[in-house]
C-alpha cells in the first residue's frame, strides 16, 4: 500500500522558517517526481514546488528565493524548507508522487496546515 505522509506543519510568525517532511512508503521514491502543493480557504490548489526523479527543481513566483524543495531517496523523505514565511503562505500543504514514467501513478499525502500569523 502506498502512503505519502506529511509532517512538520504548524503556527509560525511573519518572517519565520518550518520544514515539511513527506515520508513515502510502498513506492521506490528514485522513480518518482515528487511536488509540494498547497490549498488556501477558497482557492484552488497550486503547485508550490518540484523535484523530479533527477533532481530537478521548479518552483511557484511567489515562493522562489524562500522555499527549498529536496529529495533523500535512501530515507524516502521529501523535503520543504520553507523561509521568511508569509501569511500569504497559510495553506494546507500536500505532498505528491508521480511516477516519471507510468504517470497514473499518481498519490496524495493527506496534508498538514501550515498557519502564518503574528
Known amino acids: 500500500q502506498v502512503q505519502l505522509v506529511e509532517s512538520g506543519g504548524g503556527l509560525v510568525q511573519p518572517g519565520g522558517s518550518l520544514r515539511l517532511s513527506c515520508a513515502a512508503s510502498?513506492?521506490?521514491?528514485?522513480?518518482?517526481?515528487m511536488g509540494w502543493y498547497r490549498q488556501a480557504p477558497g482557492k484552488q490548489r497550486e503547485l508550490v514546488a518540484a523535484i523530479s526523479s533527477g533532481g530537478s527543481t521548479n518552483y511557484a513566483d511567489s515562493v522562489k528565493g524562500r522555499f527549498t524543495i529536496s529529495r533523500d531517496n535512501a530515507k524516502k523523505t521529501v523535503y520543504l524548507q520553507m523561509d521568511s514565511l508569509k501569511p500569504e503562505d497559510t495553506a494546507v500543504y500536500y505532498c505528491?508522487?508521480?511516477?516519471?514514467?507510468?504517470?497514473?501513478?499518481?498519490?496524495w499525502g493527506q496534508g498538514t496546515q501550515v498557519t502564518v500569523s503574528p
Open positions: 505528491n508522487g508521480r511516477h516519471r514514467v507510468v504517470r497514473t501513478q499518481d498519490y
Open positions: 510502498g513506492i521506490l521514491l528514485s522513480f518518482y517526481d
